[in-house]
């Protein structure tokens, strides 16, 4: 129910669409509704970084990959300590897909 009230009135019982919010953003975008972020950070706290760091961590594992660097030039260039580097290596070995399942024996009996 959307309710007439003069401008002095409180409105407490309009719709969303005609309720006045303040799209003040944060630190990623000036504003809400132009925020590149698939996820707005407010809405789950730890997540943004989160996803920060696995991006850093991802960026970390390529340098290493593809440029041979030691550890100590890796957190030269990323600006964090060895043990983050470490830390960042360790969270990019993957698991192989058949880990946890049984293996199978001669004649396929596990």
Same mark, same amino acid.
């Given at each position: 129910?959307?309710?007439?009230?003069?401008?002095?009135?409180?409105?407490?019982?309009?719709?969303?669409?005609?309720?006045?919010?303040?799209?003040?953003?944060?630190?990623?975008?000036?504003?809400?509704?132009?925020?590149?972020?698939?996820?707005?950070?407010?809405?789950?706290?730890?997540?943004?970084?989160?996803?920060?760091?696995?991006? /850093?961590?991802?960026?970390?594992?390529?340098?290493?990959? /593809?440029? /041979?660097?030691?550890?100590?030039?890796?957190?030269?260039? $990323?600006?964090?300590?060895?043990?983050?580097? $470490?830390?960042?290596?360790?969270?990019?070995?993957?698991?192989?897909?058949?880990?946890?399942?049984?293996?199978?024996?001669? #004649?396929?009996? #596990?």
């Amino acid at each position: 129910m959307v309710t007439v009230r003069k401008r002095r009135d409180l409105l407490l019982d309009t719709v969303p669409e005609l309720y006045p919010y303040k799209d003040d953003g944060c630190e990623v975008s000036s504003s809400c509704l132009r925020c590149p972020l698939p996820r707005c950070k407010y809405d789950e706290p730890g997540w943004l970084p989160r996803w920060l760091r696995q991006g /850093r961590d991802g960026l970390i594992r390529q340098a290493r990959e /593809r440029e /041979r660097l030691t550890v100590p030039e890796l957190a030269q260039r $990323f600006q964090v300590s060895q043990r983050t580097v $470490f830390r960042a290596l360790a969270r990019g070995r993957a698991t192989p897909p058949h880990a946890g399942r049984l293996r199978m024996g001669a #004649g396929g009996v #596990g």
